[in-house]
């Protein structure tokens, strides 16, 4: 007799041909858009911003997304994905998203140590640690075009704003980036700006265009070629500057580019058909939220960000799980 969990599966895996083949359909568009932007320029960010449908190559939707799965194809030791969820980026505090507590799935994919030991605290479940995703992305130019592209660049600040998402527009004074960005800029050849694709297609970049700097985009969220493309970008850098703690800040310290934060008064508005999503943490995730938060903006804020002190490796290192990045 079949179980409850063994029949979700069989009904969220879609199992008559027809739904099967639609699937498959997609799949075959969302590779082909993508793979027809690996050829697109970082810089041409208007064409790497359009909408690509989901890919559905993997049954769990979270785990296309950034092309998350696609890389951690990667990953040495092998991961069941159509039974497994992956933490599409990293979640800073006590929250265990909503997705992971209702899902029939017996493992969460996940960075580090700090949160499987937060997710086995809410679930029964295997939680398979494997360091920052972007170790398991690759370039999206070959070596030569990297080298290239780089000398033309030359010396490199990449400034990596807070982004918004569908339901949750941030807002914050880019002219408070674009003041420090020119008290500095002297020390550099290029500023590019990292943009997020949903902030693009709503005009934030303007400003920064309109004082002169290079936009870039890792694509839409739903390009499985995201990981790759921001890799690149990081590689392409010298230093980072943000007004956020998201995950970029893991990242940039993994790629070894040091980073300072910038103390900023930002401000997210939420329609109301997200708000379930967008508040799942209760006071004490919230709480757990601001403490490391607090504690990261302290270790990056005051300090220079000419080199990674070792205090702020080791401690980027704990939460992001470096020690789990498989050699590739």
């Known amino acids: 007799m079949r179980t409850i969990i063994d029949k979700a599966k069989l009904k ?4 008559n041909k027809f739904n099967s ?4 359909s997609q799949n075959r568009l969302v590779e082909k ?25 993997f049954l769990i939707p979270e785990n296309n997304l950034y092309g998350n799965g696609y890389k ?30 209702k899902s029939w799935t017996t493992h969460v994919v996940t960075f580090s140590d700090y949160r499987r030991d937060i997710i086995n605290k809410k679930l029964k479940k295997e ?3 494997v360091g920052p995703y972007i170790h398991y992305a690759d370039y999206i130019l070959d070596e030569d075009e990297l080298m290239a592209l780089k000398d033309s660049l030359g010396r490199v600040l990449l400034v990596v704003p807070q982004h918004s998402i569908a339901g949750a527009d941030v807002n914050y004074s880019a002219d ?23 902030d693009i297609s709503m005009k934030k970049h303007l400003p920064y265009i309109k004082n002169g700097f290079k936009i870039v985009s890792a694509g839409h969220s739903n390009d499985i070629f995201f990981l790759d493309r921001l890799k690149t970008i990081y590689y392409l850098s010298d230093n980072v500057l943000t007004n956020s703690v998201g995950t970029h800040v ?8 040091p980073l300072k934060i910038i103390k900023q008064k930002i401000q997210i508005y939420i329609e109301g058909k997200h708000i379930h999503e967008s508040t799942q943490r209760n006071i004490s995730d919230r709480e757990s939220l601001l403490d490391v938060k607090s504690h990261i903006i302290d270790l990056f804020s005051d300090r220079s960000f000419d080199v990674i002190t070792k205090e702020q490796y080791q401690f980027i290192g704990d939460l992001f799980g470096f020690k789990y990045a498989e050699r590739r």
């Open 12 to 15: 969220y895996r879609g199992v």
């Open 21 to 24: 083949l639609i699937n498959f």
């Open 33 to 57: 858009i993508s793979d027809a932007r690996k050829e697109v320029s970082l810089f041409d960010y208007e064409a790497l911003i359009g909408l690509i449908p989901i890919n559905k190559r």
């Open 72 to 101: 951690l194809l990667n990953y040495k030791s092998k991961i069941d994905f159509n039974n497994s969820g992956i933490e599409h980026g990293f979640i800073y505090g006590s929250l265990v998203q909503d997705f992971h507590l």
């Open 127 to 129: 939680v398979i640690c």
């Open 176 to 198: 408070t980036i674009i003041d420090y960005v020119k008290s500095i800029s002297s020390g550099y050849d290029s500023v590019i700006i990292c943009m997020y694709w949903h």
């Open 250 to 257: 893991g990242y940039s310290i993994f790629m070894n580019k």
